[in-house]
Nanobody, 123 residues
Framework: QVQLVESGGGLVQAGGSLRLSCAAS????????WGWYRQAPGKQRELVAT???????NYAESLKGRFAISRDNAVNRAYLQMNSLKPEDTAVYYC?????????????????WGQGTQVTVSS
């Protein structure tokens, strides 16, 4: 089973930057899609950004220009660079990935989520 672990969250002042990382582990054959989502207190989880294996990216409209998603499939990692952070960016940020893995019974598709990392932006 593919597991995802996020890191890089923390407390930052408004206007600051953070870089989140997501590490995937397991018997991974390929990762076709990475994604970052976030969930603020009392709100639904929302899309932040996605990136495909071909480097096609998609961003929440309100985050374009401040956030950047990237990936390094050679080491099974994805990143989220967050600049000009605002208090409203405060949330738990989750990584997700989908692709194919090798199991005891053969190859199969997977879709996994990490446990999340807290980002808090102070005003």
């Amino acid at each position: 089973q593919v597991q995802l672990v996020e890191s890089g969250g923390g407390l930052v002042q408004a206007g600051g930057s953070l870089r989140l990382s997501c590490a995937a582990s397991g018997t991974i054959l390929s990762i076709s899609l990475w994604g970052w989502y976030r969930q603020a207190p009392g709100k639904q989880r929302e899309l932040v950004a996605t990136i495909t294996s071909g480097d096609d990216t998609n961003y929440a409209e309100s985050l374009k220009g401040r956030f950047a998603i990237s990936r390094d499939n050679a080491v099974n990692r994805a990143y989220l660079q967050m600049n000009s952070l605002k208090p409203e960016d405060t949330a738990v940020y989750y990584c997700t990935a989908g692709g194919r893995e090798l199991t005891d019974t053969g190859r199969r598709g997977f879709s996994s989520w990490g446990q999340g990392t807290q980002v808090t932006v102070s005003s």
